[in-house]
């Protein structure tokens, strides 16, 4: 459950940031529950060859990751931060703020995307210890970009490819296929409606 509300993030904070005042966005027509199981299989390995190819960084060793993010292991202004995402701000002038809350009221994570830093959105805890990043395609915003969550010893969570607003494919680490987002519904592999999310 902690790992959808951590996705979810990425998902609000994927249509909050524009560039240079324009966002542009796509529409997608949604047809998977009326396609055939062979073209909703051959479509989820399309998409998950584009995420796990050979070219792709799926897990970063601890000390790579470490020199990649060693600038963002610790929200040195944690408390301002906390005290902002406790408050249910959403942005400020220098980043866009995501909260997670466990049963509804005691805060748990923030998540910062630096508006200098689009490309990777930094999840804290209420000490300011990073425990995620997303680390997101140089097309965002623009569609299609994809995305990748890491926990901080650079180990994958999940990744996603945005094919528009409103549809997002999500796989495993592993490259197993959790689930097409459209609009507010995810939908298996057999194109059965599985999940509802309320942010949308």
Known sequence: ????????????????????????????????????????????????????????????TKDE?????????KDENHKEHYMLARDNVKETKDANICSFYYKGNIL???????????????????????????????????????SKQYKAGGKLVSAIYFTSKDMQYMYEPDGKFKGLWYKDKMYDRNGKQTVVRTNW
């Open 108 to 146: 748990i994570i923030y998540a910062l995307q630096y508006k200098d830093n689009p490309h990777n959105v930094f999840y804290y805890d209420p000490y300011g210890h990073l425990k995620y990043v997303d680390v997101i395609s140089e097309n965002y915003p623009n569609f299609p970009y994809n």
């Open 1 to 60: 459950m902690k790992k959808l509300f951590l996705l979810l993030a990425l998902l609000v904070f994927g249509l909050s940031v524009n560039a240079e005042g324009i966002t542009l966005t796509g529409e997608a027509r949604f047809d998977w529950v009326d396609m055939t199981q062979i073209q909703r299989d051959s479509t989820i390995e399309y998409y998950r060859d584009i995420l796990f190819g050979e070219n792709s960084v799926n897990n970063y």
């Open 65 to 73: 990751f470490k020199e990649e993010f060693k600038p963002f292991k």
